[in-house]
């Protein structure tokens, strides 16, 4: 007489759904891995970039601040260019205005003639200044001074230096025979013009 094998698939079945389910597990055990590791990179993101954001707007804030206290309102002249060749006059700024109790170096003033108060035949020129340079916005007294004229040819600026003066001396400064000739200048032309600088009283 045979014997009958009866298999029995509903253990297989649930030790196939166990391993299944297992298995889901593991993938969800994953996931909320990926899921922290990404969120914490992220919180890092927004921590490091929150830094950045802040230091910005805190150097924004210094540079404002620094720049409120060295304001000074200046004037600014600069006197034209020289002929072809010839360099610049170097002029330190004006100062008019100043904050209240602050000591500002390196004053400049100027006094200025345009060419309707010279009486001056040359069709050329433009006007004549006076600077004069202040120890600080305190001084009382300059200390250095020099007169220049300015002169306009062809669309060409020019600026011709007559004296320097430093307290009571007097250095007279002759025009070049180039400015002479270019501008039609004499010597006593120079001579006249030097003799009406408008220098402040010392």
Known sequence: MKEQVVVDFSRVDAALKLVARERELIADRESAVVASVKAEATTRIIKYAAA?????????????????QRH??????????????SLPTTQSPTVEASAQNKIVTK???FNSMSRDGL???NPYISGLTAGHEYR??????WEFAWCYADFRKDGIEYT????????????PRAATPNERQQLGLSEADVSLLRARCPWKEQ
């Open 52 to 68: 950045a954001c802040a230091l910005v707007i805190v150097s924004v804030g210094v540079a404002i601040w620094l720049a409120k």
């Open 72 to 85: 000074v309102a200046t004037v600014v002249r600069h006197p034209p260019l020289l002929e072809t060749g």
């Open 107 to 109: 004053i400049t003033l």
């Open 119 to 121: 009486n001056f035949g």
């Open 136 to 141: 600080d916005s305190n001084a009382e007294r």
């Open 160 to 171: 011709v230096r007559l004296a320097n003066r430093n307290g009571a001396a007097t250095a």
